[in-house]
């Protein structure tokens, strides 16, 4: 099992939908949950960050976290094309895991707005 | 600009042959990582610095690998001995932070695409 799974995708949405991504992890002791856009060619880019059970919203996102259910989702409401990309989602770890400062990443889910 | 930067963007170069790479981080940033990503899986973390010291590395980073950062500002990873399999982007970040519960988010650079001939 990997640590940090989310669907590959690819995920097409209608432009001005809603587009929900979703993400499980498997340490229990994670500390930390970030979302990372990643456009083709290029690096990730932070677009938002959650560290408690409940929402976070900013703008068009929002992110969601329960950590009894180990799940964290993002949703992007009024998508437009220019977020088509892939959503990279990334877990610090417990400090029991070794993995507290690193970050380890889901493989990524590819969305496309459709116009 | 004041985001991390690195450099080259690019890095042909053929198989056997030794790479450097240079990693400047944010200024006030005292944690760098380096990551290694491959065509459509997320970023391996490879290692990490607290200022100069190399506090942690992956089971990824073969002895073929070193990272330095001697003077708690710029890193630079090598890779001797290039192998196909090296081929990849590989990726620094920095952030602030003390602790192992600290939750500064990563930031990262453009990344350097290495590929092996």
């Known amino acids: 099992q990997k640590e940090v799974e989310q669907n590959s995708g690819p995920l097409s949405v209608p432009e001005g939908a809603i587009a929900s991504l979703n993400c499980t992890y498997s340490d229990r002791g994670s500390q930390s949950f970030f979302w990372y856009r990643q456009y083709s060619g290029k690096s990730p880019e932070l677009i938002m960050s959650i560290y408690s059970n409940g929402d976070k919203e900013d703008g068009r996102f929002t992110a969601q976290l329960n950590k009894a259910s180990q799940y964290v989702s993002l949703l992007i409401r009024d998508s437009q094309p220019s977020d088509s990309a892939t959503y990279l989602c990334?877990?610090?770890?417990?400090?029991?895991?070794?993995?507290?400062?690193?970050?380890?990443f889901g493989s990524g889910t590819q969305l496309t707005v459709l116009p | 600009d004041t985001g991390v930067s690195q450099d080259p963007r690019h890095k042909i170069t053929k198989r056997g042959q030794n790479v450097t790479f240079r990693c400047d981080p944010i200024s006030e940033h005292n944690r760098l990582y380096w990551y290694r990503q491959t065509l459509g899986q997320g970023p391996e973390f490879l290692t990490y610095?607290?200022?100069?010291?190399?506090?942690?590395k992956s089971r990824l980073l073969s002895d073929r690998f070193s990272a330095e950062r001697p003077k708690g500002s710029f890193s630079t990873l090598e890779i001797q001995r290039t192998e196909q399999g090296d081929s990849a982007m590989y990726l620094c970040?920095?952030?602030?932070?003390?602790?192992?519960?600290?939750?500064?988010?990563?930031?990262f650079g453009d990344g350097t695409r290495l590929s092996i001939l």
């Open positions: 990334a877990v610090r770890g417990g400090i029991s895991s070794g993995s507290a400062r690193q970050l380890t």
């Open positions: 970040a920095s952030s602030l932070g003390t602790g192992l519960t600290s939750n500064q988010p990563q930031h």
């Open positions: 610095f607290q200022n100069e010291a190399q506090l942690e």
